[in-house]
């Protein structure tokens, strides 16, 4: 699949060369899809579902897609049809074209092995459609044998750049000089709105690391803002106005820091503005405030399945919402680290794909940090549905995991009686199970400390437990279909990092039903539903009420979270309108073997 950077090329090209001014550029669009067989016409019942990310280029007419598929009875690509349609929902409109695809297939690991179906490409569109596409009037439709589903497709424009710039990179900058002569050069694309600097780096050097260095005039050194790939395009987000300013002055460098010595190349930052930059985007800017932190501890006890290891690092996250950016610190006292890969969309009892890895090779100490764009899975990060997975060389299938659930900076200044809440089931554990799924509403009063949980249909013959971390918490009956208990301080942190369930369990002390605790403040985070619920599949039960859960009369089970039209509290992933140069969030341009 090929990551729409064409027109952003092309108009940095152009600018650099003064051959056409950026407003003469038309502006390229960008979208996401889900599908499913319930926005077929007439809907259908099939356990095919979609997902994947689109992009259409302005000057060629062409619509390129990357979709991931599941499901299907047959998942042999060779039966699969991609077509794409006129219409609104919920009509069924004339076929616009075939979209021709490659394909390739994918299992996510265990507990439950699912194979995954990769169809990508990229197709002119008829010009008589091209308005319809921009304007949200067709749909992709894709069919198997006896199935289909289909998704709208709904596109926004890209954000365009403000500023670019071309920094040669010789032996001759660095500081003092070196005697290499070996050279590089590295593009840069700023987009002011975004407060977003993409830099595409070709150099020569293998072993090596790369650095955006400031402030500092170019016969000076200075510390490192921010790690850069060593080759190709990386993501910085400036944090300040203070960065921006210095960055637009020219008080940044990029060093190419060799593993030969007196190798070192370097080139100052300087770039031209392209004639399109807002006058309130630079100068007053504000500093980005941190919204969402935690502190997590990664054991193996988290992995899918338990790894026995006395092995534990800590991770102390911070995101910036505004900057779409988040920043992390490593701390562990494992030797033969290799990789930090964050995973997702999964809860912490399931396995996902990879989202983005990170390097732990070059390692110092015990400790290791940087930060990165967050804007196509901002969604599934505040949902509490990322996961990061320590590899080391002993165990390169993962060591340690934790979960990251973030909490919200209001969230915890907020004193409002009953700020945190959860509507889930608490469901059977075993297929063949007798007992039936019992819905559970969970509170908590975080100024108090006190969780409450209601369940109107306990069973007396079973007795309950609260456990956090694989230990009990309590063990306790609902009186009246309610208990409450008042948590200490640890125990409160560990349910704000979702890391709490309640079991139920037999006198036999075999355990019957299950539910993890995902609490979200005036909303519901998207919860392990059970066949009870329509649709029966968990991520078919995202509450349609924009206030309160305890204060909805209503909820939506319309289809897949990732194609539902309802949307959270805390936004939808497919409404971010940050563009990425990285690719597909299933496929980041940072470089990842699996795991």
Known sequence: MRVLTFAVALLVFCALSGLVHPSQVPPNYHGVIGLDGKKMVPPTTTSAVGQGRLQFATLQNELLFDLSVTGFASSDPEVLEVTLHMGLPPTAGALVTALEFESSTTTAPAPTPTLFVQLSGAQIIPTEHIEHVLAGQTYIQICSVNECIRGQVVLEEDPQPTHVGKVSLSGKSVVPPTTTTETGVATLTYFASELRLVVDIQQPFKNCWVGLHGVADPTENAGIIS???????????????????????????????????????????MVKSLGNTDSSDSGSLEPLQETHSATLFMTGNQMVPPQHTSAVATLTLSYFQAGGYLSWVLESDVSDLTSLMLHGPAFEDANGPVIMSFSLLQMEGNSAYGDFAVDEFSGELLRGQVYAVLHSQSAPNGL???????????????????????????????????????????????????????????????????????????????????????LSQVEAGQLLAGMMQVHAHRSDLSLVLSAPLHIARGGVRPSFSSSSSSGGSWWGSSSSSSGPWWGSSSSSSSGPWWGSSSSSSDGSWWGSSGSSSGGSWWGSSSSSSGG
């Open 227 to 269: 790690t850069l790939k060593p080759q190709g395009t990386t993501t910085v987000l400036f944090r300040t106005s203070s960065d921006v300013e210095s960055f637009l002055a020219g008080k940044m460098y990029i060093e190419v820091h060799s593993s030969i010595a007196s190798s070192d190349i370097r080139g100052q930052c």
């Open 400 to 486: 340690l995991r934790a979960q990251l659930v973030l909490l919200d900076h209001d969230f915890l200044n907020d004193e409002s009686p009953v700020d945190f809440g959860q509507q889930t089931v608490l469901k059977p554990v075993d297929s063949s199970s007798n007992y039936a799924a019992q819905p559970l509403t969970v509170q908590y009063q975080s100024e108090s400390g006190i969780l409450i949980l209601t369940n109107e249909k306990a069973d007396p013959s079973l007795y309950y437990a609260l456990e956090a971390s694989k230990a009990e918490v309590s063990a306790f009956t609902f009186q009246e279909g309610t208990f409450t208990i008042r």
